[in-house]
């Protein structure tokens, strides 16, 4: 079974400040995914990356792969409070996604 | 992207009954997954369920107590079985539409509470 580490697992930070998630593994995955759940809703996917080094950016998301596809990180810039909800990274292998224990991301307005 | 719809979106069951979840896709696919969300918690697979085929179930989850059908390949059904307090959870289908390394797609779950 290969294991996602995500932290911090709470965060709760103001408006208009940045915010970065981490997601680890000693595992090497094929891709990692990174979705967003809102309550009452199942998770939206937001990104994958694939390639080892790989930056997307999302408009104030910037989401990076690690060069060994171990590791991404989720970096939030001027975070409003639409950005708030659960953050939950994925990794792609053995023909199934395994998922991170998420982290709770709250914007205060 | 595709459209998933997931029935009921919450139910309250007492113990000892069965809940079946339907889950309906608006596109063709071979296969959909069924994962577990524990309040405050991750998700968890339970089963990937293919068209014609009996589904294939993680280590810790069985199929007396969690069955799967697939009649076609928009269409699947969960039964949580003979349901206890511990089952109560969030159940989630979804489907890989763009490819296991590119993105699933999720309905929105069914909020499950056994009293």
Redesign the interface.
Known sequence: ?QLLEQSPQFLSIQEGENLTVYCNSSSVF??L?WYRQEP??????LV?V?TGGEVKKLKRLTFQFGDARKDSSLHITAAQPGDTGLY?C?G?GD???S????TTVTVRA | SAV?S?KP?RDICQRGTSLTIQCQVDSQVTMM?WYRQQPG?????IA?ANQGSEATYE?GFVIDKFPISRPNLTFSTLTVSNMSPEDSSIY?C?VDL?G??????????T?LTVV
């Open positions: 079974t094929s891709s995914q009452g809703e199942g998770p939206v996917l994958t694939v939950l994925a792609s023909y199934k996604l998922f991170g224990a998420g | 998933i997931q979106s997954f918690q991750s998700l968890t697979l990937t280590s989630l979804s763009l296991l390394n590119y993105g699933y797609t999720f309905g929105s779950g909020r």
